[in-house]
């Protein structure tokens, strides 16, 4: 059962379900100065029991941007002083108004899972009104004049957009935004249509092309909580925090076995229990850690109404 969202797109993966109301056009949902009090509530109940909030976060059900307060709303929840983050898929971007609201966060996310017309039409399943073109132009616009922290997210779906060619025109692109972040990602909880998460093997493909594309921090979201610094004293558990994040080549496996006295019995075990892939990319081996499994039958996509 779907939750009613608003949304420019009815992505593939979407958490929430189909979007049955897609729209494109920004319009008033609430009273700011409401939002504002109950943010300063929650804030001072958290705080009270001792929480550290590092940011405010827009998570809607939905795209924020069609909130057309936006702006606003971000201005008066940085007078709590905390800062604030916006999650959105970016497809309204290419307006004005758009860029000058998100551009009031301290960080935003932007959604890049195409870059091609077809794909993205398959995977974003974007309001009839958009162009890629358009869209792609406006997420440029807006990374070369936004101050903040721009991070990307990239979701990969089997058989939808994740071929070489798709992921390597994706790098090509983040390469022009310059984000702080690059994160890959893939459906880790059940989405809105039956489909099958991108291998551990693409993955660390995409991984590897956007690190070298890039040139800068990339990370996937896999489901687990990782820890790229981790050191707990067992090696188990930090190579599946570490590998949980980014993955690892085989001579930083050895150095991490080695500083804990451990030999290579531990990366087979683990892989023997299906907590560790062994993957190779380009002659060498990497390791990652085993994506949850929930995978999903694909036989629904073909029946799907691409918008
Ligand atoms: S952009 Fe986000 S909220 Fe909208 S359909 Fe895609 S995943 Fe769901």
């Known amino acids: 059962m779907s939750r009613l969202k608003l949304c420019s797109y009815s992505c593939v993966y979407c958490q929430l379900g ?4 897609i729209e494109a056009e920004p319009r008033s949902f609430y009273k700011t ?4 009090e109950q943010v300063r509530t929650k804030l001072k109940r958290a705080t009270d029991k ?11 059900d939905g795209e924020p941007a069609l909130d057309a307060n936006l702006g606003r709303e971000v201005e008066v929840l940085k007078t709590l ?24 966060a301290d960080w935003v996310s932007l959604k890049m899972d195409a870059v091609s017309e077809g794909t993205w039409r398959k995977v974003n399943r ?24 721009l991070t990307t997210e990239t979701m990969l779906v089997r058989g939808i957009n994740d071929d070489r060619g798709e992921i390597k025109s994706i790098a090509g692109f983040l390469a022009l935004l310059k984000p ?8 880790t909880r059940p989405p809105a249509e039956r489909v099958t998460p991108a291998s551990e093997q693409t993955i660390n493909a ?28 067992n090696v188990q558990e930090d190579l599946l925090s570490i590998t949980a994040v980014h993955p690892m080549r085989q001579d930083a496996v050895s150095e991490l076995l080695k500083s804990a006295g451990n030999g290579w019995e531990t990366v087979r075990n683990l892989i023997e229990n299906r907590s560790l892939a062994e993957l190779e990319y380009q002659g060498k081996k990497f390791y990652m850690r085993k994506l949850p499994v929930h995978s999903l039958p694909q036989s629904q996509l073909s029946k799907d109404k691409i918008r």
């Open 50 to 60: 001792g929480a550290l909030v590092d940011y405010l976060t827009f998570v809607p």
């Open 81 to 104: 002083g905390v800062k604030v983050a916006i999650i959105t898929n970016g497809s309204l971007l290419w307006r004005e108004d758009i860029r000058e609201n998100l551009r009031k």
């Open 126 to 149: 974007p309001h009839r009104s958009l162009k890629l073109e358009t869209v792609l132009q406006g997420m440029f616009k807006f990374a070369q004049a936004f101050e903040g922290e």
């Open 18 to 21: 189909r979007t049955l109301r």
């Open 33 to 36: 100065e409401g939002i504002t």
């Open 180 to 187: 702080n972040k690059a994160y890959v990602a893939t459906p």
């Open 206 to 233: 995409a991984y590897q092309i956007f690190t070298e594309r890039l040139g800068r921090e990339v990370e996937y979201l896999t489901g687990y909580e990782g820890n790229a610094f981790a050191c707990t004293g």
